[in-house]
């Protein structure tokens, strides 16, 4: 293949991710076009791989879609792929099942009965006990109640480990990192500060008696 022809593909593939990630986003070639300053015929160009996007115009494509410009880069596609297909009659149960069996231990934990819990929650004992089994769904009032009397949070509930768990865990660690100043995001996106990142992981991992032992022993050998 020659160099031409590498170019006029990857130009192709380029303008095959844009015209997905439009569409997926739901936005016409107008109003895209308008955000980055070219004209419908240039996006439209562009999104069939007859005239390449030039980088200020990627960046503002992805800018205003909100996406990882770095995404267009690496050629990989991955703009608009559904997420995992869920069973989701199988999901609600054994959800149900493991948030009543969490809400049992939490009770136990308590050292109250069902008795007692269902009083504090103004339900009944019979009530509590499905919900403890994982029969019924718990509707979020109740185990807001529920969750309140046990002296926890709902948050304490919702799911850890499954797809849609790993799902929120990502958006809250995206949200979190965007929280942080401008200039550490930068550093932490540095890979060649990836090791002072390990190191200050490992260091979180050891007691505080140990990290003070550490300090005094750098400080005998410097003075």
Known sequence: MSDQQILSLRGKILGAMMRKARLASGKSLSEMSELIGATGGSLSSMERGSRAASLPELELFAYYLDLPLRQFLSGEDSFGRSKEDLNPKLVVALRQRMIGAMLRTHRTEAGLSMR????????????????EQGEKPIPLPELEV?????????????????????????????????DLPAELRQFLSEPMNRPYLDLARNLSDVSVDKLRTLGQGLLDITL
Do not use: I, K, P
């Open 146 to 178: 529920l969750a309140n009397a046990l002296g926890r949070q709902v948050d304490d509930y919702l799911d850890a480990e499954g797809t849609v768990g790993e799902w929120d865990a990502a958006q809250q660690a995206f949200a979190a990192f965007l």
């Open 116 to 131: 007692e819990l269902a009083e504090m929650a103004g339900l009944s004992s019979r009530r509590v006990s499905t919900y």
